[in-house]
């Protein structure tokens, strides 16, 4: 019989990160009234507005029905799951739950104490039946949860009494824990989702409270004065999307914003030469890869094999990272990435390297094939932007002579980039919340219930949907790991993805602050900053 108790302690070590894909929307920043002030210090620092620059566009503030960074930089402020990576020890904590989770021998029955006496913001009580509500609705294939596959192992659950909820699974959920902590599992009010949208009145019961926003501009958040917990440092907030990064690194040099979440390399000179600025890293495990269609794209030459080969030998990756990331971030030779669960040196095996004469050779074989128009849909934020200028240049070099770059709105690519037939190759950005490798290749590569971006043959969608479904029905480790090497040996051999680079979280902040810190996503959370002494 398989220890439980063994297995969440190999999850924990698994810490958690966040979906961060980057856009690009802007306005300046609103001009807001104060918070009455009192005596003394905390007075002073409490009539100070925290401002935060982003350069991606938030689409929404429902958790369950947003799944992009900046939408979950707000909303992590706003809600809470049951459980939390203490982003000290990497190791799963009570959140909203008031203990860790207790699995039965099986690992089909698990019961979860929740804390007594938390409640949203509306007012309405946090008990055993908002969690059940909460995960009925991403379970509800009509309610469209950005992350549904979170809640695909329940098959039931029962509220013995206000402050326990117990989940019946339809299998052994080998990252079920993880899944609980997820950003797009948060705790909503029924009250709330009931009689309001929440993608534009965020309820929760988080340390802080939505206040206002603008639509594509700025969102303004305050303390929740009824926190259950520890409140926060900072009392009001603005976040503001700034449309040029250069801008948004002037707020910052001026003291108009106080944090960047984001900053690219090329910017990273004038926050370092600034000494009212920190700049730092830390810890990531984030993916940007090129992704491939072999069915659905634009042009049928996809499904040729060996097209995308010369496709994904045409990717100078290295040369990306070396020269334009300056080694602010690592090469990636597999899909599953070091710091992820699944991943065995042998993943690297399967890795196609630059190799722009042999690209040429492949299409020397093909005549006509270097002159096939490709489209390649590129968003256009900084980041993305920069890539597709970049690789639509090394696949020019290894004699791909119609590669034509489309751009377009961050918020139009996350729903265009999943629509029929609209592109040849994109690029794509994945954090992964558990640091597990199911919770990689299923929301991203599972043909039911992933996003569908990257399209397969028949054939080998059923292959890495069975690889999938076998490495998440099970604790068995070793299991889980044959699996998701199989899993990644298919997409990486089939080239359906090119793996560019794991990213590294670099962000500034004002030295008025200390304990910034990002976690391994990048999400952030304000109600651990303080001011500096």
Partial sequence: MRSWKKLLSLTAACALSVSLLAGCSGTTTPATEPAASGSGDAAATDGKMFNVALTAAFTGFDPLRTNDSASTYVNAQIYETLYRIDPETDEYMPLLAAEMPEYSEDGLTVTVKLREGVTFHDGTPFNSEAVKYTF??????????????????????????????????????????????????????????????????????????????????????????????????????????????????????????DFMPKISVEQLSRVENNSALTVTTSEAAQIYYMAMRADSSVNPIMAEKDFRIALAKGIDKEGYVEYMMQGYAEVANSVIGPKIFGYDPSAEEHNIAYDPEGAKAILDEHPGWADEEITFLVPSTPVYSKMGEYFQSSLTNAGFNNVNIETMDWSAWLTESKVDGRFDITLAAWSNVTRDGTELMEPNFHSVNGQRRVRLSAEDWALVDGYIDASKTTSDTAVRTENLLNCNAVLMDEAYIQPIYNSTNLFCYSNEYTNVTLDAGGTFYICDFQYAA
């Avoid at 990252?175 to 993608?199: E, Y």
Wanted: glycine share 6%.
């Fill in 136 to 257: 009925d609705l991403i379970k509800d294939p009509d309610f469209g949860s950005a992350r549904a596959s979170i809640a695909g192992s329940i098959d039931t659950m029962e509220c013995p009494d206000d402050y326990t909820i117990v989940f019946h699974l339809l299998y052994e959920d080998g990252v079920f824990t993880a899944k609980l902590a997820h950003t797009n599992s948060a705790i909503v009010s029924p009250t709330a989702q009931q009689n309001q949208d929440l993608m534009t009145q965020p309820c929760g019961t988080g340390p802080y409270k939505f206040v206002s926003s603008v639509s594509g501009s700025n969102v303004v958040l305050t303390r929740n004065e009824d926190y259950w917990g520890e409140k926060p440092a900072i009392k009001d907030v603005t976040m503001t999307i700034i449309t040029d990064e250069s801008t948004a690194v002037s707020r910052m040099e001026t003291g108009e914003a």
